[in-house]
Protein backbone atom coordinates (compact mmCIF):
# COMPACT_ATOMS: atom_id res chain seq x y z
CA UNK A 1 0.00 0.00 0.00
CA UNK A 2 1.34 3.48 -0.95
CA UNK A 3 0.73 6.47 1.54
CA UNK A 4 1.39 9.91 0.62
CA UNK A 5 3.51 11.92 2.50
CA UNK A 6 1.59 13.78 5.50
CA UNK A 7 2.21 17.54 4.38
CA UNK A 8 0.39 19.01 7.36
CA UNK A 9 1.17 15.86 10.31
CA UNK A 10 -0.28 16.31 13.30
CA UNK A 11 2.50 17.45 15.37
CA UNK A 12 2.15 15.38 18.32
CA UNK A 13 0.63 12.21 19.21
CA UNK A 14 -3.36 13.10 20.40
CA UNK A 15 -5.25 12.72 23.55
CA UNK A 16 -8.44 11.14 24.22
CA UNK A 17 -10.25 14.41 23.83
CA UNK A 18 -8.68 15.06 20.35
CA UNK A 19 -9.74 11.43 19.07
CA UNK A 20 -13.52 11.41 20.20
CA UNK A 21 -14.11 14.86 18.72
CA UNK A 22 -12.08 14.26 15.49
CA UNK A 23 -14.41 10.97 15.39
CA UNK A 24 -17.59 13.10 15.89
CA UNK A 25 -16.40 15.60 13.41
CA UNK A 26 -15.89 13.14 11.04
CA UNK A 27 -19.14 11.49 11.98
CA UNK A 28 -20.81 14.63 10.91
CA UNK A 29 -19.15 14.30 7.51
CA UNK A 30 -20.28 10.73 7.01
CA UNK A 31 -23.65 12.22 5.79
CA UNK A 32 -23.53 12.63 2.17
CA UNK A 33 -26.32 15.84 1.99
CA UNK A 34 -23.91 17.40 4.60
CA UNK A 35 -20.80 16.78 2.50
CA UNK A 36 -22.47 18.00 -0.04
CA UNK A 37 -23.47 21.14 1.64
CA UNK A 38 -19.70 21.65 2.98
CA UNK A 39 -18.57 21.04 -0.56
CA UNK A 40 -20.70 23.68 -1.89
CA UNK A 41 -19.93 26.36 0.81
CA UNK A 42 -15.81 25.56 0.27
CA UNK A 43 -16.94 27.99 -2.53
CA UNK A 44 -18.62 30.83 -0.63
CA UNK A 45 -21.34 31.56 1.39
CA UNK A 46 -24.96 30.71 0.19
CA UNK A 47 -28.32 30.88 1.68
CA UNK A 48 -30.96 28.12 2.49
CA UNK A 49 -32.38 28.42 -1.14
CA UNK A 50 -29.01 27.83 -3.14
CA UNK A 51 -27.76 25.00 -0.63
CA UNK A 52 -31.28 23.13 -1.42
CA UNK A 53 -30.79 23.50 -5.32
CA UNK A 54 -27.11 22.10 -4.92
CA UNK A 55 -27.79 19.26 -3.06
CA UNK A 56 -31.32 18.54 -4.34
CA UNK A 57 -32.54 17.36 -0.99
CA UNK A 58 -36.09 18.92 0.92
CA UNK A 59 -35.67 22.50 2.43
CA UNK A 60 -36.66 21.27 5.48
CA UNK A 61 -33.60 18.63 5.48
CA UNK A 62 -31.28 21.22 3.99
CA UNK A 63 -32.05 23.30 6.98
CA UNK A 64 -31.44 20.58 9.73
CA UNK A 65 -28.76 19.61 8.30
CA UNK A 66 -27.17 23.27 8.31
CA UNK A 67 -28.59 23.34 11.62
CA UNK A 68 -26.38 20.38 12.88
CA UNK A 69 -23.41 21.93 11.07
CA UNK A 70 -23.82 24.88 12.82
CA UNK A 71 -24.23 23.58 16.39
CA UNK A 72 -21.16 21.71 15.83
CA UNK A 73 -19.38 24.84 14.49
CA UNK A 74 -18.96 23.94 11.83
CA UNK A 75 -20.74 26.60 9.89
CA UNK A 76 -20.85 29.98 10.49
CA UNK A 77 -24.12 32.52 9.63
CA UNK A 78 -24.76 36.10 8.94
CA UNK A 79 -28.14 38.06 8.53
CA UNK A 80 -28.32 39.86 4.71
CA UNK A 81 -32.06 41.10 5.64
CA UNK A 82 -34.79 38.31 6.08
CA UNK A 83 -32.17 35.95 4.74
CA UNK A 84 -29.53 33.87 6.40
CA UNK A 85 -26.36 33.43 4.99
CA UNK A 86 -23.96 30.26 5.46
CA UNK A 87 -20.50 30.29 5.06
CA UNK A 88 -17.42 27.90 6.77
CA UNK A 89 -15.80 28.63 9.91
CA UNK A 90 -12.53 27.16 9.18
CA UNK A 91 -9.96 26.57 6.02
CA UNK A 92 -8.67 22.96 8.15
CA UNK A 93 -12.49 22.00 7.10
CA UNK A 94 -12.09 22.96 3.92
CA UNK A 95 -9.12 21.28 3.11
CA UNK A 96 -10.44 18.19 5.00
CA UNK A 97 -13.47 17.99 2.76
CA UNK A 98 -11.39 18.24 -0.50
CA UNK A 99 -8.89 15.68 1.02
CA UNK A 100 -12.59 13.20 1.00
CA UNK A 101 -13.17 14.12 -2.23
CA UNK A 102 -9.51 13.37 -3.51
CA UNK A 103 -9.46 9.95 -1.69
CA UNK A 104 -12.83 9.27 -3.49
CA UNK A 105 -11.46 10.26 -7.22
CA UNK A 106 -8.45 8.45 -6.51
CA UNK A 107 -10.74 5.23 -5.44
CA UNK A 108 -12.88 5.60 -8.67
CA UNK A 109 -9.96 6.27 -10.65
CA UNK A 110 -11.79 9.99 -12.01
CA UNK A 111 -8.97 12.71 -11.73
CA UNK A 112 -9.54 15.70 -9.37
CA UNK A 113 -11.48 18.36 -10.88
CA UNK A 114 -10.19 21.62 -10.08
CA UNK A 115 -13.58 24.23 -10.08
Known sequence: MHL???????????GDQQFALA???LALLGD???????????????????LTEVCGA????VSQHLARLRLAG???TRKEGRRVIYSLRDGHLRRLVDE???????R??????HA
Not at 100 to 106: R, S, Y
Not at 108 to 113: E, Q, V
Open 4 to 14: SPAHDAHPRTP
Open 23 to 25: AEL
Open 32 to 50: RTRLTLLHALAGGEADVST
Open 58 to 61: ARPA
Open 74 to 76: LVG
Open 100 to 106: ALNLADH
Open 108 to 113: TGDPPS
